[in-house]
């Protein structure tokens, strides 16, 4: 019997019940970085497991439909931040973060969300919304006054890092080119030719250039893109407790994407917050378990783990250009959780003279939206200091993150431009094309050399 | 050094019942004390299984014994609502069950004055997930479940109140017997080996399954027939409703939620001595497969320990032998010796259950008063217990709310596990000092949970330390070397006594995990002995060259320790 | 698939110390454990050989070289230069050592007031194994730390048995100290102590507290060693040390606490360092979830990922995972034992026999002598003696014949056997066995 049996044997789907796991020998205690800044969090192993006995209906789904409201004894679980670090170095399997992630919403269920963690929540609208206004968004987003009413009223911290809203969604952006090109009505790709690509609502409202860099880098690689429609992943609801309208998503997302799923199609996507909540997350919390779900996170791949998939198999064009940089690189929490190593620092290592160096810090602080609170964003800015003060010694004048909050929160507090490790592929690739334009430039001027 | 002291009536054994007949006796004026060897809720009460019997596992064989329960159900939730959970009870009809058991249960329940709602299978299966999906129909009865140290706690204090006594650790080892009275009994101090010596009008045994053995002091034959019923205890409740096979009673077919853990029971086995039994590898793995039956999943689930109780079984003479213990009437008996043995104040209350603790004293201080021409009538089932509020049940989550309210975090908390702060130790200690580690687990629930006290005994050993060397006075953070206050010990003479809790502890609680241990709780306890044993040198603390081990080679389990 | 040279299944001592000793002759690394277990438990090391009756580790080494099936049959011989090794790589990061084969075993103080034979101690632990000549013994706790009791400490070691027949120190005293801006906190373990102290204005303020402590504590009193929980730094410890014993009267000593232990994440993280610094590679949160096979060689290793597996090439593999404690041998409730990544025979007692009646049985349970037997190589070997797989080495704890709670000798064996086990693995990758993206580009 291998380890995953033996855990998957001692274990039952239910996120509860893994606190059987627990041998109370606080290593959990040891790598949580909330826990490492602030004396308002009790540390995973007691929010976790420990606390976990002594609530009522843990074998029940968290907000699940005809899930009775259970009277919540907690309060300090609030501060867990989610980054996963707990379930990471359990040597047991208790899953913790999950657990935690699930008594919040036991603690909210039954009570109105705040407006603030509601609003959080609602990715999608307040992406339409501000893009529809983007001018007077961003500017209502960068006012100091604004941002202090913001603080007061609804407690989004007038410091927490928020992107710039786009002039318009990548949605409406891909299909107005798509329709230009004549494509909308063609023939789909088969899935040997194309992937799907769920673009997260970072890419649709506020990261054009990430999604640009991603078609361009799978373009090269001989895959079109297909954008379907999808909302939200979900997961700034799961988070904020609001596991209903989380599960609207997911099933809206999940009937989509089986259908391509089905087919056969890989379902790629620029955010490994995304795709980590369609792959693990639907199931774990959500206790999504069907057919569909299933097929779609076994689909769904971050676009660096399939690039380097690629690699694997011979396939990837490892043409790039030299990139002389010094290029700190965080790996963000919602990475690790994956379980595929750092594909990206291996991408990195294919880029001649690019100094990619991974920057070992935990967490950024950020996770998702809690940094943005009002009563978390200390806490989040002490999390990240180390590793903003390792960016900023580092002397780059870009650094990259797969994850978008996490790139909003280092850019934030270092004021180093943070980019998708695609888009620093992309530049590689640019970098080659003007090199062979160079020579072919050269070639017709002075000759082969 | 020989003390007299007098009493009214002298009560022998401090389990549920003890309390409960010691309460009674003071209510009614007579003056009494309550003995045990041990610590209070170390016999049967201190290992039953948790259950507070709505009567309907009696329904269909005993309508007597289940008018009995439901009634006492409803007094012991009226006046001790903080030691009962309301967790309402299923009784459910697995695969196995035969229908005409199932079809006749309502009628039966009803009968007995049980309420017994019918409720949707898939109800019951949302409330419960966990549950064998395959149940055929469920049952909905007032089953609740009980922590039976604050019971008898309560009890006590109650009983104190109204001026009568109650003392750990005195064992009763002669009666002085004038003709056909018992007018004095000596007890020991088990822990500092003083004599006693006490005068009394009339002795009640509440000894339970040692009934025989104090009836022995008196020159009186009576012969138990002590049940051992083995119970596993798991680490989480995949249940927070106490479920029953829908069935006769057989092994293994409760569900009990008590606290933060589940207990499943039980077994049914004659022992003829209540302190020595084992509990083998085999009735573990039955008993897995009895509730496995309820819970499918029960096997991938965390066992904590395997633990034994001895039932104070009694088969008055008229009756036949039978064969299977599980027969022998679960119905109470007061016996009376003066009719039966010629001594004339001496009583013995031996059966029943814990449910109807009270009803049982009652009913032995009825018995008693009548001798005495006492003519109180008994008020237990009115007056609601010291401390308690009405209708305010216990709740799960009490504890961790309590703590959560006051900024949580785990620096107070002694014991982490279950929950246990340093002030609710200190609280414990002060009341009950002096007092071993095994007292302040039955006082606070330390040492209880998944560790198995692995991280709490030593912190609990150093508490102690702490009130020995700085005396009552010195109690709390403050600079300054051992030894400052006026009541305080030599170092020395206290760490041996210290060495033996824990060392003691930690035997004990292996006890129960060495017939289950595989999966994460021998992992756990690898990791404890690796710490121990390991990093703290724990062989330095036992003293081999005079104290033997606290378990004989064979495998046999000594429920005294 | 990616691929390296070696992949390491455990980063405990023994996984830790193969892979670096395998980076370091130029072999890709990768470390692959579902968390820490080994390290973070233990006290910090380092215990070579210990068995009662001993004098020295050296001695110890002999004594259990010349036991029946136990891994220092094969592997003493391989000890002291392994020790040697480990220490250089460990003071390379600023973790150093004191004692050596040839101390004389001490008792040292431990935290439930018990004492235990140590011989080679981390610095900050070393003054604890000093014969004792005419000085007296403070216990120094913390106000509201609830992980060390000086009373109970001081009252155990006061007892002259606790010191078997040796001498002991003239006294035992307890004191304990407020140190700054702990009160009202809602948590304080010993990892937030440790980083407390990592901060140079606070630990100042503390060390003087505790000098000023000790101080009042035993004006005039003669010489004497103060005890303190093990707590002095993590990151910058050797600092915080140094600024203690200046500082202080009394010599000063850290005592292990439970787990977490600071000693060992101090050990953890140095050995990490080192290894990433030779070019190897460390994640944590991997389960394995198969093992491909070819003939009697392993060439992958797949942990489990979110909605797939991922998969490492591999030209070695080493078992580093840990025993029963580490959760690498898995007891099932019928009395079967698994080995849960290779499902490797383990050598066993009898079910009914695997654990003592006493708890605390000086012997030991027979269970710990449950393991993975080995050939001189460190490969597995099955009933006839001949190894199972070409291309795995099982190392540390997992190694039958030994029982290391008395024996003393968990770190010696994993150190040796990490080194052996690397010894071999020129032989056993073949030249380009692993491919792919695994580059290494490096801090």
Known sequence: MTIAEVVREASLEQVGYSSDQCLKCNVCNTVCPVARVTDLFPGPKYVGPQASRFRMGRTQPAQGKGTPRLASPDVTVDYCSGCGWCTTACPAGVKIAEMNSQSRARMKAGKRPKLRDWGLGQTDLTGRVGVMFSPLGNWALANRPVRRMMEFTVGVHHSAPFPKFSRRTFQSAWKRRQKRLGLGSAELPGPDKAVVYFHGCAVNYYEPDVADAAIAVLRRNGYQVIVPPQVCCGLPLISNGIYGQAREKANSNIKILADYARKGYTIVGTSTSCTHTIKAEYREMLDIHDDDAEVVANATWDICEFLLDLHDKGKLDTDFGPLDEDLPYHAPCQLRSHGIGLPAMDLFALVPGLRARDMDHDCCGIAGTYGMKKEKYGIAMAVGAPLFAKVKASGATEAACDSETCRWQIQGATGVRTRHPVEILQAAYKAADAAAAGKVAGGASGGRA | MAESQTFDVLVVGGGATGAGVVRDLARRGLRSLLVDRGDFGTGTTGRYHGLLHSGGRYAMKDAAAARECIAENRVLRRIAPASIEDTGGYFVATPDDPEDYVAAFPAACASAGIDCEEIPVAQALRREPALNPAIRRVFRLPDGSVEPWNLIDANLADARNHGSEARTYQRVVAFEREGDRLVGATLLDERSGATTKIAMRFVVATAGAWSGQIAALAGVKLEMRPGKGVMLIFNQRMTDTVVNRCHKSADGDIMVPVHTVAILGTTDVRVPDPDVYEISREEVAALMAEGEKLFPDLGRMRLLRAYAGVRPLYQPPADAQAADNRSVSRAHTVVDHAVRDGVENYVSIVGGKLTTFRLMAEDTVDAVCAKLGVTEKCTTAEAILPGQVPGKTYWLGHRLAEHEAEGGGDAGLLCECEFVTREMLDEFVAENWPCSIDDMRRGTRLGMGPCQGGF????????????????????????????????????????????????????????????????????????????????????????????????APAEVTDARR | MPGADVVVVGAGLSGLSAALSAAQSGARVQVLAKGHAGTHWGSGGLEIAGPAGVATPREGLKRLAGTRGHPYADLAAEAPAALDWIRAALAAEGLTFEGDLDTPLALAPTSIGGTRPVAILPTAQAAAARPWVGERLIICGVAGFKDFWPDAIAASLSRPRLWGGAAGPERVTAVTVELPGLAGRHNLNALELARRFDDRVWRARAIDLIAAALESAGRGSGPGRVALPAILGLNDHAAVYDELRKRLPLAPFEVPLVTPSVPGLRLY???????????????????????????????????????????????????????IAGGGIVAGKDGHLDEVVLGLPVEAPEYGEWLSADAFDPAGHPLEAAGIRVDRDMRPVGAGGRPLLENVFVVGTMLAGQRYLRERCRDGVSIASGRMATRNLAAAVPAGASRGAWAGVRQ
């Open chain 3, 269 to 323: 993280y140095a050995l990490r360092s080192a290894l990433i610094k030779a070019g190897g590679r460390v994640r944590i949160g991997e389960v394995i979830d198969h093992v491909d096979r070819q003939g009697d060689r392993v060439t992958a290793v797949a942990t489990e990922a979110a909605a797939r597996t991922s998969t490492v090439a591999c030209g070695a593999l080493i078992l580093a995972t840990g025993g």
């Open chain 2, 456 to 551: 709490c005994t030593f912190r609990a050993a150093g508490v102690a330390a702490e009130k020995l060397a700085r005396g009552p006075s010195g109690a709390g953070a403050a600079a300054g070397p051992a030894g400052n206050g006026a009541q305080a010990r030599p170092a020395a003479q206290f760490a041996d006594e210290l060495d033996q809790g824990l060392v003691g502890y930690l035997r004990e609680r292996f006890k129960g995990t060495r017939p289950i241990a595989s999966g994460r709780q021998l992992q756990e306890l690898w990791m404890v002995l690796g710490m121990y044993v390991g990093t703290q040198g724990l062989d330095s603390l036992i003293d081999r060259r005079t104290v033997p081990p606290a378990v």
